[in-house]
């Protein structure tokens, strides 16, 4: 790490993701549960953030050998397959929404 970087910068996107993303998963999927209709508007959106953050990770893997750093071909492919598997999900569920028209 450079020496002007600071530490807490390093970590902020993780602090984010275990206070707003994970939890908002988790909301998500209790109100699948229970089948609340605004549950059903958030899921696809939430896949899609989660093939966005681990695309990004999948991404950097690959973009190791640039820096200089080894490659595990394994993390590499299942940041990617995980990804696309939330990509599909998202694409899915978007599909599936129905949206009626509201006359006003």
């Known amino acids: 790490m450079a020496a002007e970087e600071k530490q807490e910068f390093t970590f902020s996107i993780y602090i984010l993701d275990f206070v707003f993303v994970l939890p908002a998963m988790l909301i998500t999927a209790i109100m699948?549960?229970?089948?609340?209709?605004?549950?059903?508007?958030?899921?696809?959106?939430?896949?899609?953030?989660?093939?966005?953050?681990?695309?990004?990770?999948?991404?950097?893997?690959?973009?190791?050998?640039?820096?200089?750093?080894?490659?595990?071909?394994?993390e590499a492919?299942?940041?990617?397959?995980?990804?696309?598997?939330?990509?599909a999900l998202a694409v899915l569920n978007f599909q599936q929404l129905k949206i009626r028209k509201i006359n006003l």
Do not use: H
């Open 32 to 74: 699948l549960i229970k089948q609340k209709k605004l549950a059903y508007l958030m899921a696809p959106v939430l896949f899609f953030k989660a093939f966005s953050l681990l695309f990004s990770v999948a991404l950097g893997s690959f973009l190791r050998p640039l820096y200089n750093v080894n490659f595990n071909t394994e």
């Open 77 to 87: 492919s299942f940041y990617l397959t995980l990804s696309l598997i939330f990509l």
